[in-house]
Each structure stands twice: as C-alpha cells, then as structure tokens.
C-alpha cells in the first residue's frame, strides 16, 4: 500500500465514522439480516428495501471498530440505487479486493479501493466483509417475521 492510499485509506475510516452514511432504521423495509463478527465484536443490522429488484433504501444499525462502521457506511452508500444483480457483483469485487485475489478497478470501486489495505490483515478481513456478507444475506432472504406480541 502506497502512502497515498494509506492516507486516503485513513480520511476515509474517520470521516465514515464520525458522520456514518445511512446509520438509520428502515422500518418498513423488506429485507433484513444480522450479521457478528465474533473475532472482533462487531454487531450489525443491515435493512434493505427492494422494489423492482432495485435497492430503493438501504441503512444499517449497530456497534463495532472502526472498520467494520466504516465499511456498513461505504457499502450501504455504495449499494444505494443499484439492482440486486449489481449489488452482489459488487460483493464479489469488494471481495476479491479485500482479500488480495484481484486489484479491483478503481474507478469501479471508488472509494472501496481504499480497503485493500485490509489484506495484510486477515482478521481486519472480517471487519471489512461483515457489512457486505450481512447485505448479501439480507437480500437472500425476506424478512423474519419476529414478533413477541
Ligand atoms: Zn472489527
């Protein structure tokens, strides 16, 4: 990692975490799903509102490091008005990137490039995803109806 993305990598990580993009309850959202990572403590609640197989909202809730906050943030500001189709292939990049299986296109990826400073860190690997993998399930699935009334 050059000291410029290292850089960039940093002003990213601190600005999604002091102004979190999409940090909200969607209350009527179709999707949703929870996602832990254990080896850190990251908790997060990922809401997705799908209509037409288009991602119309998307926000998330939760507790963790830096990463992971800074991760839900990009990805959910990423993923926004996307097609369900575009929003896994993303995944797939952000994936590859993230654990060093492929370079990503920048200009594809914006601002996600910056994470592929996580790399040399496998446990930091799990921070980044988590966001991603709970988005990835949520769009799987319906809502669970949980209810205790
Ligand atoms: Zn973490």
């Known amino acids: ?33 929870e996602g832990y990572n254990p080896l850190c403590g990251d908790r997060i ?8 197989g288009i991602v119309k909202d998307i926000s998330f ?10 991760s ?3 990805m959910s500001s990423t993923v926004k008005g996307k097609t369900v189709d575009e929003a896994e292939k993303l995944f797939e990049k952000f994936h590859s990137l993230i654990t060093g299986k492929a370079d990503g296109d ?6 996600l490039a910056v994470f592929a400073g996580v790399r040399d860190f496998p ?21 669970d109806v949980v209810t205790t009334e």
């Open 1 to 33: 990692m050059n000291d410029e993305l290292r850089e960039l990598y940093q002003q990213v990580i601190l600005d999604h975490n002091k102004s979190p993009r999409n940090f909200r309850v969607i209350e009527h959202a179709n999707h949703h799903s």
């Open 45 to 52: 609640d990922v809401f997705i509102d799908v209509e037409e």
């Open 61 to 70: 809730q939760g507790s963790g490091c830096a990463i992971s906050k800074a």
């Open 72 to 74: 839900a943030s990009l």
């Open 106 to 111: 920048p200009e594809e990826l914006g601002k």
């Open 123 to 143: 446990a930091r690997v799990k921070c980044a995803s988590l966001a991603w993998h709970t988005m990835i399930n949520a769009l799987k699935k319906e809502k």
